[in-house]
């Protein structure tokens, strides 16, 4: 077992100085770092997969919920595809050093915007285990250090992460206070990590909509705000039956829990009789309760009555809204009430309905005859990612390694002097 410091400053300030070591770190020695640390997790599979029973059987006694619950689940599987990510982000090209512009000014003065890391990376999540490898991952790669709160769910699982990854960071001769931990001391943990400005650069929430509410209200540290996934497919007239059950099935039942997965389905009143039977019946085979407003429950006498709080609600379960709407102008009247900006997808087989949806909706990611499901870092190419930012500045969408990074100016002179 490494050895982490006692108190949180004393945490922070050590991530502090190893930032810059990691920072100085080249692109094939950061990807030997990260090699190390996939295999030490495939090594230490058994003792990370002992170490999340614990967790699971203890969140199930706290009634935590199926969702938490299949969140916080790592089984030999779900580390190896861990490992995976971690290997596929070492063969990600480095982001530091990027040369974002360049000019030279009319007095010789040589010009360049570089991408450099942040420094320190915090990041404050629930029972998510996997964001424990991801995060560190990304931003060692990027040139980060790495403070994590993850929570008194995934506590004795996160523990287990931690230290496999310091101490593959130890055996590769890199500093491993690089990757910190304020999970023991708690919620005042999480408070000092948010009032760490000058320790920690830049920080990042995961977790429920109250969490990243209280992070990004309390926090003096900068956020970038991930956010909730009230996600929604519309169904336009023309849509293909066969795409509409596919993409609304895959979107919903693939993986409820996660933020990508569809809460909401709008369907246009035109296509109403020829989708919905087919739809409603499948959904049920799967498993999926679905709330519906009139028109809905007239299709399917399992419908059960929708209220206004489920046309707001991420469910993260098998349940789904489905609202039938008479136009496409008030399925974006809809979504613009209730989306949550993370993703939306049209199914429609009018390129000019496509490219108002295209246009017209205010998300982070708008897709046009495919599954919400593929927001992900993984499947955009990115390897792990940290979240899906919901906001607009800096980051939008699923962050890989260049949104661990901000910028610098390098000028290169010969004696000038301004006038």
């Known amino acids: 077992m490494t050895v982490i410091a006692a108190s949180v400053d004393e945490r922070l300030r050590l991530a502090k100085d190893a930032a810059r070591e990691i920072a100085l770190l080249d692109a094939a020695r950061k990807a030997e770092v990260l090699d190390a640390i996939a295999d ?3 090594a230490r599979t ?10 699971l059987e ?3 006694t706290d009634a935590i919920g199926d969702a938490l619950l299949d969140r916080l689940r790592l089984d030999a599987p779900r580390v190896a595809s861990l490992a995976a990510a971690v290997r596929d982000v070492a063969r990600l090209p480095d982001p530091v050093g990027r040369v974002l512009d360049e000019r030279t000014l009319a007095n ?5 915007k570089i991408a450099v890391p942040f420094g320190v990376v915090g990041s404050i999540y629930e029972a998510r285990p996997n964001v424990t490898v991801d995060i560190a991952s990304l931003a060692l790669r990027s040139g980060n250090a790495v403070v994590l709160r993850g929570g008194s769910a995934a506590q004795s699982t ?3 992460l931690v230290d496999v990854m310091r ?7 890199v500093d491993s206070e690089a990757i910190q931990t304020v999970d023991d001391f708690g919620r005042a943990g999480a408070r000092a990590l948010m009032n760490a400005r000058g320790l920690v650069d830049v920080l990042v929430p995961r977790g429920s909509a109250g969490l990243i509410e209280t992070v990004v209200t309390e926090s003096t540290v900068p956020v970038i705000e991930t956010g909730a996934g009230v996600v929604h497919v519309f169904l336009d007239a023309s849509a293909r039956a066969d795409w509409a059950r596919d993409i609304v099935l895959n979107a919903k039942v693939q993986r409820p829990s996660v933020c990508n997965a569809v809460e909401t389905v709008l369907v246009h009143r035109a296509a109403a009789d020829r989708l919905l039977p087919e739809l409603l019946a499948s959904l049920a085979d799967a498993g999926v309760t679905v709330h519906g407003d009139e028109s809905t429950r007239a299709h399917d006498e399992r419908v059960v009555a929708a209220t206004d709080e489920d046309w707001a609600s991420e469910y993260g379960t098998l349940d789904l809204a489905v609202r039938v709407v008479d136009h496409l102008d008030e399925a974006l009247a809809h979504i613009r009430r209730f989306s949550t900006h993370h993703t939306e997808s049209i199914v429609t087989a009018d390129p000019v309905a496509a490219e108002r949806f295209l246009a017209e909706v205010d998300s982070a990611v708008v897709l046009v005859n495919a599954s919400t499901r593929f927001t992900d870092g993984g499947e955009f190419g990115f ?3 940290v979240g899906i930012s919901t906001q607009k500045l800096h980051a939008r969408g699923p962050m890989g390694l260049a ?15 301004r006038a």
């Open 40 to 42: 030490a997790l495939v």
């Open 46 to 55: 058994d003792e990370i997969v002992f170490a999340n029973a614990d967790d």
């Open 58 to 60: 203890r969140g199930r």
């Open 108 to 112: 010789g003065l040589r010009m360049q």
């Open 158 to 160: 996160n523990a287990v």
């Open 167 to 173: 101490g593959a960071l130890t055996a590769q001769g």
């Open 383 to 385: 390897g792990a990612e």
């Open 403 to 417: 949104e661990l990074t901000s910028t610098k100016w390098l000028g290169r002179g010969d004696g000038q002097v």
